[in-house]
């Protein structure tokens, strides 16, 4: 029983006009006769996706199985044969194959110029991910109640869109090429209240483990906390 089309399988039943009947095209459950019951139980394959519009599962002729929610996780029963994954234009497609043990095979690697990562080769999961944009640059949150200026190794104070001083209380992200910096705090002289930190290539920052009112290292997030002070005045005049 089968033909040359995709998703059909051969399979030989032999039944001797007794209760005990034999399927020579058994795989894990895939299909199953019980009496004078014939089930096809298909495998089941899981589909990941977070691509940002619906898409479907549908056969080589563009039938379609079932239709995906954006930023979707379902399951499908499915045979032996070729599939596509992908929104309803021919060009916006691609196909993956599943094999006699119930396995993707065949998915590409990337989905729409690669803006999306197709992984679960050899797997029973195909997933269709967006991979996380890579971080860049070096962020620094200043929650001191002073500004600050950052000063390079040569003692030369850093600018961006010719500004120098940054405010108390503010989230900046700067594009630091890799070397050491002094964290100053504005107005104070360069040999006090400063601290070192290293930028690498990537923009991510290290510091002293040891400069507790920080947090970030090996990040590309620099907080300076600094310590809070209460300030009590018992004093009897101004």
């Known amino acids: 029983m089968g033909d040359s089309r995709s998703n059909t399988m051969n399979f030989t039943v032999t039944n001797n006009l007794t209760p005990d009947v ?34 479907a599962i549908s056969t080589t002729d563009l039938n379609t199985i ?57 797997t029973d999961t195909l997933m269709i991910v967006q991979p996380a944009a890579t971080e860049t640059g070096t962020t620094i949150v200043n929650n001191l109640s002073m500004s600050y200026a950052i000063v390079d190794k040569d003692g030369q104070w850093y600018y961006v869109d010719g500004k120098n001083i940054w405010d108390a209380k503010t989230t900046t992200k700067f594009d630091l090429p890799a070397g050491t910096y002094k964290f100053l705090q504005y107005g104070w002289n360069q040999n006090n209240a400063a601290f070192l930190f290293t930028v690498n290539a990537d923009g991510v920052i290290s510091y002293d483990s040891g400069l507790n009112y920080l947090s970030g290292n090996n990040s590309h997030t620099l907080t300076v906390n600094g310590f809070a002070i209460d300030i009590t005045n018992n004093l009897t005049h101004k």
């Open 66 to 122: 079932k239709s995906l929610a954006i930023n979707a996780t379902d399951t499908f029963k499915l045979m032996i044969g070729s599939y596509y994954y992908g929104a309803y234009r021919v060009d916006d497609l691609f196909e993956f194959n599943i094999d006699a043990n119930g396995k993707i095979q065949n998915a590409p690697a990337g989905f729409r110029s690669n803006e999306y990562e197709v992984t679960g080769n050899g």
């Open 22 to 55: 034999e399927v020579m095209y058994k795989n894990n459950n895939y299909i199953v006769i019980e009496g004078n019951t014939l089930t096809f139980n298909g495998y089941t394959i899981t589909v990941v996706s977070n691509v940002d519009q619906t898409e």
